[in-house]
């Protein structure tokens, strides 16, 4: 059965830290891993990975793929407030619909 | 990136009535759209994924008689909770594929 799992389940850390979280998974025919952030409403989309070892990065935020080790993590450097969210990572795989295998999520609070 | 349109952002209703509401992807057509639950602190939780022109897959556990489908257009599906009774009172939210998946902002559903 296909699935996605993500470390922590919840974070607490100080402005300024740097977190790094993780995502693994099992999927048939890994076709992209994706990162989205949630605050209160629908998630926003952060990075797409589909090649091992290319980091994407946007600010403060970067991410990269292992395809070989079946993972993803994703770090944010110097935290904010504004950086509490749930990150959540999801896998597209085999099929033209292009459903989404879903991970629980990663719960940050970063405090002042 | 793309925008996705959910009406309304929020229903309150009296159990028994039945509830629609609209995904619209705005800049771009969607043959696909996905239809996903949330509850408080779980992750997303795909309902069903709306094909234009064609039925809807469910997933398992997902009664498509009461959650009905409808994808009559490229930029518009639509989902109806029929006869609504309180349990059915979630985050619901759509999203439709352009590069990536792009999320509506969610209609909160509460069922007195």
């Known amino acids: 059965e296909d699935k996605v799992v993500q470390s922590p389940l919840s974070l607490v850390v100080h402005e300024g830290d740097t977190v790094t979280l993780n995502c693994s998974y099992e999927v048939t025919n890994f076709r992209s891993l994706l990162w989205y952030k949630q605050e209160k409403k629908a998630p926003t989309f952060l990075f797409m990975l589909?090649?091992s070892g290319i980091e994407k990065k946007s600010g403060r935020l970067s991410s990269i793929l292992d395809k070989k080790e079946l993972f993803s993590i994703l770090n944010i450097t110097a935290t904010q407030t504004g950086d509490s969210a749930i990150y959540l990572c999801a896998v597209e795989g085999a099929g033209n619909n292009r459903k989404l295998i879903w991970g629980l999520g990663t719960s940050l609070a970063v405090n002042p | 990136g793309a925008v996705v349109s959910q009406h309304p952002s929020r229903v309150i209703c009296k159990s028994g009535t039945s509830v629609k509401i609209e995904c619209r992807s705005l800049?771009?057509?969607?043959?696909?759209m996905f239809w996903y639950r949330q509850f408080p602190k779980q992750s997303l939780m795909l309902m069903a994924t709306?094909?234009?022109?064609?039925?809807?897959?469910?997933e398992q556990g997902v009664e498509k008689d009461k959650f009905l489908i409808n994808h009559a257009s490229l930029t518009l599906s639509t989902l109806t909770v029929t006869s609504a009774h309180p349990e059915d009172s979630s985050f619901y939210i759509c999203?439709?594929?352009?590069?990536?998946?792009?999320f509506g902002p969610g209609t909160r559903l509460t069922v007195l």
């Open positions: 589909t090649s």
């Open positions: 999203s439709a594929n352009a590069n990536e998946q792009f």
């Open positions: 709306s094909n234009e022109g064609s039925k809807a897959t469910y």
């Open positions: 800049d771009f057509q969607a043959t696909t």
